[in-house]
């Protein structure tokens, strides 16, 4: 299991000196974001390596405490995630999974470093538990970290963000869409283009099922990693990058996962990606 963490310490080992750097002075929230979902949380296990390492500040894999954050099974490594209800995470972090913590958190930590706990994407608390972790974080915790992970900070809370050290993660990078994702990324530039061709699409009998659906918006999210990284890399990162300014392509960005959460909750993916395209539209220049 600490392979995983170690392939993702590889990937993004530009944030690595900078997590070592922390670790002498630990801020009480890291904000993780960027990455895969799967790479922030691996990079909230490697910084609980790094606090709880037996065998100094580089994680060695090895120790106890290594292997034991990687299984889940530290007393010092604490997740906050949403719950199962009949097979299915709920939309929300609850209140009471912050709350039932308080009296863990009251005590010193059982091992000889620090208790890690991490919410995991934390844009999944709603208003009560927000409130809650923000109380959390105002009271002094010695001995205790938080770590929160989101695709990017927008999507937090303004003041939870300003409680937190942020590292950025770089974005997934790589290979292509399939041929039939990118014919409908491709209609989303012509729509932002032209405003023109999108409707008939999407309103076409059978054209999208929610699989397809979240394709197209991983497809989208993929040309828009390319855009920021480097737009030359494909033609439609090059389409992008052409029509949207920075702030439209962070915003596109954000449209894009809303889209993605409200199709896991089964919306009409046709209705999804009609908003998609309304909404991040890019300003005439
Ligand atoms: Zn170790």
Known sequence: MF????????????????????????????????????????????????????????PCGTCQACRQIADNAFNDFLLIDR??????????????SIRELLPVWGQPPNGGGTRVTVVVEAQNLNGNSANALLKTLEEPRPGNVFVLTAPQRERLLETLVSRSWVITLAWPTGSENSPEVA??????????????????????????????????????????????????????????SGLFDAKGLRRLDLVLGKAQESMNYNVNPALVLDWVVTAAMPKRR
């Open 3 to 58: 392979t995983s963490i170690q392939e993702t310490a590889v990937r993004q080992s530009l944030v690595l000196p900078r997590l070592a750097k922390l670790a002498s002075k630990p801020p009480q929230c890291l904000l993780i974001e960027g990455g895969s979902a799967e790479e922030r949380l691996d990079m909230a296990r490697y910084w609980a390596c790094v606090l709880n390492c037996e065998n100094g500040q580089e």
């Open 83 to 96: 719950e199962e209800e009949d097979g299915k995470l709920k939309q929300d972090i609850s209140v009471e």
């Open 183 to 240: 014919e409908w990324v491709g209609g989303m530039l012509t729509f932002w283009r032209s405003g023109q061709g999108w409707f008939e699409r999407t309103s076409a009998k059978g054209a999208l099922d929610k699989e397809m659906g979240l394709k197209v918006v991983n497809g989208c999210q993929r040309e828009l990693r390319n855009a920021l990284l480097n737009p030359r890399s494909t033609r439609a990162a090059d389409a992008l």
